[in-house]
């Protein structure tokens, strides 16, 4: 780690024109508008009251929620499709600990998030005055750093530390928790400046002797990933979120044609490698295709980059990929070898290593390989079973996938829809599905979308969500209705915590608890009340016509979609069972 340049150091310091003292939360929001932030997502309350007063005079435009968890939500879905870190602010207490859901979203899907939170003055601090909550301590574990801010001089460096943190390296949610006296405090600016440079912020350098910039040590490791590529007869490529974090998509497109390596993708990744390609095997794991995870099981040799070998892929992990060979690809050197040990790790951005290991990769073709995998594809191809007169949840997505030629950013809740959403919408571009994937966040689809659709106002932005889901955003109608947003929201409604029902009904002998919603309210007169246009359907003829005129419609909207209540989501890989040990291989439960 070395010092930032004086000279770039002091161009991202860059001063606007204000007298020599400043209001110190007028200065935070100079700061926010000098890192490019042009939306920041929020509630207001006493705490943080400064920094709103001062944000009613910046070009900054603020979206008001209707709670807090929904602004980081928001935040992280504005992040995701655009790179560029979310800024969401809450009150201290009550409004602060109401953002933790959607600062701990981001923090396991490594999403650059800026959080900044109103606290009670620093004389009140550890007297459980009003609203007092130690937001900084109940953060720590969910936040790459978190900052209470005792000097209003140590604003500007801090917050300058808090973009570089949350947007280098792996990436993360930054937290800084500012008193109401330190947000109400003169600072001298001249003294805050100086402060923010001889802080220097640290950027990643190494000498090195190979292409760009990789260290002598990683430049071997890529000459041995080169060879075993050269000597594998079965290879795959495992592609995580961290290949759409530094932008290697392109890369890693042309690794898998140059030495036709099929490839598959977490739920994180998707959208990595395009999924109408002829090597894609589609999502992997615990709800992956079957083919995705007999091509895992038998490789010779695993390619993981920007992938971290989460339980939902690996399933029962002795028993994956187990006649493979593993190189793991990865920014993070804690997650190399954590769960699954590399005979070949790399550790370093995945652009960077991508870039320099292609010209050492020779042409290759695995035509029997290759020709194994096809016909996986064919005998075991994503299928289900349409009762009729009923809405199968599969044609929902496929018929969205039609309508929108394949082109929106969906966001996805968590629960089966999300499983759906993944297998039967072939995304083909990075940034365009959205999904709470660590985590497993419920109430985070519908928010993201909004999110998402302020960031790209140009791109279609569809939500699918489930009737649970879309429950616990469901006050969030109000804010695509002021500010006139619009998303176009699916609600997959089965009446029902489907994927709970699903697991109750493989694993716990039917024995039905607390996931009925026969309470369901009418959400098409839910989101009517609110201005929001909403339509009901309920038959398979009337699907593509209502998807055709969501997609059509210059407003947001709802469709309420009754699906089947008895639909599974298949394949699946049963508790305890390795990867390739699948039910539901056929699209309906049977075993393997």
């Not at 979120?241 to 099929?262: D, M």
């Not at 292609?358 to 290759?364: D, Q």
Request: charged content about 20%.
């Amino acid at each position: 780690m070395t010092a930032l340049p004086a000279s770039k150091h002091q161009q991202s310091s860059q001063r606007m024109s204000h007298p020599p003292r400043i209001n110190a939360s007028k200065l935070v929001v100079e700061r926010l508008v000098a890192h490019g932030v042009k939306v920041v997502f929020g509630y207001p309350g006493g705490a943080i009251l400064p920094v709103y007063d001062a944000l009613y005079d910046s070009p900054i435009r603020h979206v008001l929620v209707r709670h807090e968890q929904a602004a980081a939500h928001m935040a992280d879905g504005y992040a995701r499709v655009t790179g560029r870190p979310g800024v969401c602010l809450a009150t201290s207490g009550p409004g602060a600990i109401n953002l933790a859901t959607g600062i701990a979203t981001a923090h396991m899907d490594s999403i650059p998030l800026i959080a900044i939170t109103g606290n009670v003055p620093t004389s009140l601090i550890g007297t459980d005055a009003f609203q007092e909550a130690d937001v900084t301590g109940i953060t720590r574990p969910i936040t790459k750093h978190n900052y209470l801010v005792k000097d209003a001089h140590d604003l500007v460096r801090i917050i300058d530390e808090a973009f570089h943190i949350a947007t280098s390296g792996r990436p993360g949610p930054v937290l800084i928790d500012i008193p109401k006296d330190v947000a109400l405090a003169e600072v001298d600016v001249a003294e805050a400046f100086r402060r923010a440079e001889r802080a220097s912020l640290p950027v990643e350098t190494s000498p090195s002797d190979g292409p760009t910039g990789l260290t002598r040590g990683t430049y071997r490791q890529l000459q041995r990933i080169a060879e075993a590529i050269a000597q594998a007869q079965r290879p795959v490529l495992y592609i995580g979120g961290g290949v759409i974090t530094s932008g290697a998509h392109a890369e890693v497109l042309a690794l898998a044609e140059k030495a036709q390596i099929p490839a598959t993708y977490t739920l994180m990744g998707i959208g990595a490698f395009p999924g109408d390609h002829p090597l894609a095997l589609g999502m992997l794991g615990l709800h992956g295709t079957a083919y995705a995870n007999y091509a895992v099981a038998k490789a010779d040799l695993l390619i993981a980059v920007g992938a971290r070998f989460d339980d939902r892929v690996t399933c029962r992990v002795d028993g994956f990929a187990k006649e493979a060979t593993i190189v793991h690809i990865d920014i993070d050197a804690a997650e190399i070898g954590k769960v699954v040990p590399a005979d070949i790790p790399a550790v370093g951005d995945a652009k960077a290593i991508l870039s320099a290991l292609l010209p050492l990769v020779a042409e290759k073709r695995h035509d029997e390989w290759l020709a194994q995998i096809a016909q996986w594809k064919e005998e075991y191809r994503l299928r289900y079973h349409a009762r009729p007169g009923v809405i199968a949840p599969q044609q929902v997505i496929e018929e969205l996938y039609h309508v929108t030629r394949g082109e929106a950013i969906c966001t996805a809740d968590v629960g089966q829809h999300q499983m759906w959403l993944a297998q039967y919408y072939p995304f083909r571009q990075p940034r365009s599905h959205l999904s709470s994937g660590g985590l497993g966040t419920m109430g985070f689809g519908f928010p993201a979308a909004i999110g998402a659709k302020i960031a790209l106002p140009h791109r279609s932005v569809w939500s699918i969500v489930g009737d649970g889901g879309m429950q616990m955003s469901l006050s969030e109608l109000a804010t695509v209705a002021a500010h006139r947003i619009p998303v176009k929201i699916a609600v997959l409604n089965n009446n029902s915590l489907g994927m709970v029902r699903q697991i109750q009904e493989l694993s716990y002998q039917r024995r039905y608890i607390a996931v009925d919603l026969a309470g369901n309210p009418d959400f098409v007169a839910i989101a009517q009340a609110y201005g929001v246009a909403a339509r009901r359907v309920d038959d398979p003829a009337e699907l593509r016509p209502a998807l055709e005129w969501a997609e059509r419609y210059d407003g947001p909207m709802l469709l309420d979609i009754h699906i089947d209540p008895a639909a599974n989501v298949y394949p699946m890989v049963p508790p305890g069972a390795a990867i390739d040990e699948m039910i539901g291989t056929k699209g309906y439960e049977e075993t393997v």
